[in-house]
């Protein structure tokens, strides 16, 4: 049995930013799904998310057209197609945001989070880098289906915080893998 898919999409400054930094791709045509958090704090954080989505939109559009399209990368052996597709389409955005930071200044050390999910005839394939989330709900339950790459979650792997000493971490905000912040990145797939 096939999945259905019903989808939508919007974004929100919220209340604490005077503007809006995320973008996000809502692509049914290919059962693609993407919101990219650009960092706040580091420069040009909405240019980064802009060129994920547009980067992930054309590398999957292009692909659903031909499907000898070509890879920005190797395939990797043991991975579905939908593993392979959004791991290079990460990595191929990773690339365009720091290649555009490293020829302008005016975008160096731009960067941002993205979760991406996939949806073919039977299953969804999820894939993000940062601390951007993917949810699930089944049957009235609420699942987190991503593990954030921030500071506080490897020290949370590292050693049981207490929920005094998790509320109070003063490092909440740093994240350790993003997309544009160095050549490459590593991206998890579920």
């Known amino acids: 049995m096939a999945i259905r898919v019903s ?42 998310s802009q060129i994920v989505v547009e980067t992930m939109r054309d590398y999957f559009d292009r692909a659903g057209q031909d499907a000898d399209a070509t890879w920005p990368g190797r395939e990797e052996r043991g991975r579905t197609t939908a593993e392979n597709m959004l791991n290079a389409g990460i990595r191929w955005c990773n690339y365009a945001i720091w290649e555009k930071g490293h020829a302008d200044s005016r975008f160096k050390n731009m960067g941002t989070t993205v979760v991406a999910i996939h949806f073919d005839d039977e299953y969804s394939t999820m894939a993000h880098v940062g601390d951007s989330r993917c949810y699930r709900l089944r049957r009235g339950e609420l699942k987190q289906m991503t ?14 915080l207490t929920p005094e000493e998790e509320a109070n971490f003063p490092h909440k905000n740093i994240i350790v893998r993003a997309c544009g912040l160095k050549d490459n990145v590593v991206v998890d797939i579920d």
């Open 7 to 48: 989808s939508a999409g919007e974004t929100n400054v919220g209340r604490k930013r005077s503007h809006n930094e995320d973008n996000l791709l809502v692509f049914p045509e290919r059962r693609l799904f993407v919101v990219a958090d650009g960092m706040g704090g580091h420069a040009c954080g909405e240019v980064a």
């Open 147 to 160: 593990e954030d790459h921030s500071l506080l979650n490897d020290y949370k792997k590292m050693a049981v």
